[in-house]
Nanobody, 121 residues
Framework: QVQLVESGGGLVQPGGSLRLSCAAS????????MGWYRQAPGKQRELVAG???????KYADSVNGRFTISRDNAKNTVYLQMNSLKPEDTAVYYC???????????????WGQGTLVTVSS
């Protein structure tokens, strides 16, 4: 069993900042790619940012230059620093990881439960 637990969401004013965290736990041998997705009301879930185990990153055009993804492999944790937030960033943010499970050494895609980010004055 592998779980992802997110934290750090909340209400912030336009132009403000938030930092999301996502910690993986359970039967983990290693974690490959990690990422953050978001889903706004009435819209499809979209990739916000991703990071490989080696630290290579990618971002959606809409957040490039404002958001920064990072990870701590020793803690099995991924972060999303969000700056200059806009109302259109309002969404439920989901953590995602490709986990190699202990003993079976099979890869499994795991999702967090989601954390709500609301950008409003």
């Amino acid at each position: 069993q592998v779980q992802l637990v997110e934290s750090g969401g909340g209400l912030v004013q336009p132009g403000g900042s938030l930092r999301l965290s996502c910690a993986a736990s359970g039967s983990i041998y290693s974690i490959d790619d990690m990422g953050w997705y978001r889903q706004a009301p009435g819209k499809q879930r979209e990739l916000v940012a991703g990071v490989t185990r080696g630290g290579s990153t990618k971002y959606a055009d809409s957040v490039n230059g404002r958001f920064t993804i990072s990870r701590d492999n020793a803690k099995n944790t991924v972060y999303l620093q969000m700056n200059s937030l806009k109302p259109e960033d309002t969404a439920v943010y989901y953590c995602n990881a490709i986990v190699v499970v202990k003993f079976s050494y099979r890869s499994r895609e795991v999702w967090g439960q989601g954390t709500l980010v609301t950008v409003s004055s």
